[in-house]
């Protein structure tokens, strides 16, 4: 999967350069793979994001402005939205790409896959232990029971048995 950025090579706001450069900068730190597409030179790239770009994520104009990012043909947000994935860390979750071994949201998944796992099991041992205290129970029930009726055999013709309080 190859992530890309629609960028404005020869753009005169400052603005937008300044925030293509924060989202090249943030994916080359992530190493992730992208692809800058420039849609300045190149009629086809503008015309492929425009085209690409949700209605609803257009701006008044019915122009989206670069950067513009996408998930091969899957579009991802703007410029806003990156910013905020990257505030929320959940930059991998918003470009569509699982989180690389070893990261905090990939640990943090691995944690709570195993808290589930340990749940389970602890779930399963007190199901055990119930079962394991209601057989004794049982159990010694029946010992009573097999006792009383051992005392009533025992007694002796006109003698009135003796129970065992319980």
Avoid: H
């Avoid at 690409?52 to 950067?67: M, R």
Wanted: net charge negative; glycine share 4%; with cysteine.
């Amino acid at each position: 999967m190859v992530i890309k950025v629609f960028l404005a090579s020869s753009s005169g706001s400052t603005a937008i350069k300044k925030k293509q450069q924060d989202v090249l900068g943030f994916l080359e730190a992530l190493k992730v793979e992208y692809a800058p597409l420039d849609i300045a030179c190149n009629v086809d790239n503008r015309t492929w994001m425009r085209e690409n770009v949700p209605v609803e994520k257009k701006p008044t104009n019915g122009i989206p402005l670069p950067p513009q990012i996408f998930n091969e043909e899957s579009y991802c947000g703007d410029y806003e939205t990156f910013f905020d994935a990257k505030e929320d860390n959940s930059v991998y979750a918003f470009l569509g790409l699982p989180p690389p071994p070893g990261s905090k949201k990939a640990t943090a998944e691995e944690v709570a896959q195993e808290e589930d796992e340990e749940a389970k099991g602890e779930d399963d041992q007190a199901v055990s232990e119930e079962e394991e205290e209601l057989r004794q129970l049982e159990d010694e029930e029946e010992a009573l029971e097999v006792t009383e009726d051992e005392e009533e055999e025992v007694a002796e013709p006109g003698e009135i048995p003796c129970s065992v309080p319980s």
